[in-house]
């Protein structure tokens, strides 16, 4: 990914809203176990050298994903200040 489109999703993530209704489940998101198993191997393979194009890719795109939804869940957390509610502990 460019440095350009990073720049533009950065930018559509600080004007993202998040109503508090949505806020709780926003921040209940979570990986599955498998694919937090899966994100540890690929980053094992990673760490070694021994990883494979393809599985480079799905690490990024785990990456990404992940990124996404850190961003999308302190937004959440901010909405539920804003509003006057606690968020719950990460």
Request: aromatic content about 6%.
């Amino acid at each position: 990914m460019d440095a350009v489109a990073v720049q533009y999703e950065a930018s559509i993530f600080e004007r993202l809203v998040i109503p508090p209704e949505s806020a709780r489940a926003v921040l209940a998101l979570r990986f599955a176990s498998d694919d937090e198993e899966r994100m540890q191997k690929l980053m094992d393979k990673n760490n070694r050298g021994t990883i494979s194009s393809d599985e480079r890719a799905e690490m990024e795109a785990f990456r990404r994903i992940g990124s996404f939804l850190a961003i999308a869940q302190a937004k959440a957390r901010l909405a539920l200040q804003q509003d006057g509610n606690e968020p719950s502990a990460a």
